[in-house]
Nanobody, 125 residues
Framework: QVQLIESGGGVVQAGGSLRLSCAAS????????MAWFRQAPGKERAIVGG????????YYADSVKGRFTISRDNDKNMVYLQMSSLKPEDTAVYYC??????????????????WGQGTQVTVSS
């Protein structure tokens, strides 16, 4: 049973930065694409960014391009989301997701089979 545990959420003022972390269990981490999704109140869960198993390629939603950076450390089974220039509209619960034994980035919820419990990010204006 794969476990994904997010940390690093909190309250930050607009223009500030936060770094989310996701710790993954299991032995296949380096072969798994990882992604961050978010869900704001009253809205559907949507992808923020993804990273290939090798870490050599990333994807970002248009709304966060140039502000967010996703990275991973395959030796530590960790994936990170560095968020900068945060806006109130970035307020959401952020989820870490894994695409087991598939190193290619997917953009749809259905492409990921393991999820963390989520961490709240609140950006105040």
């Amino acid at each position: 049973q794969v476990q994904l545990i997010e940390s690093g959420g909190g309250v930050v003022q607009a223009g500030g930065s936060l770094r989310l972390s996701c710790a993954a269990s299991g032995r296949t981490f380096r072969w798994n694409a990882m992604a961050w999704f978010r869900q704001a109140p009253g809205k559907e869960r949507a992808i923020v960014g993804g990273i290939r198993g090798s870490g050599g390629s990333t994807y970002y939603a248009d709304s966060v391009k140039g502000r967010f950076t996703i990275s991973r450390d395959n030796d530590k089974n960790m994936v990170y989301l560095q968020m900068s220039s945060l806006k109130p509209e970035d307020t959401a619960v952020y989820y870490c997701a894994q695409r087991t034994l598939n190193g290619l980035i997917g953009t749809m919820i259905s492409e990921y089979d393991s999820w963390g419990q989520g961490t709240q990010v609140t950006v105040s204006s």
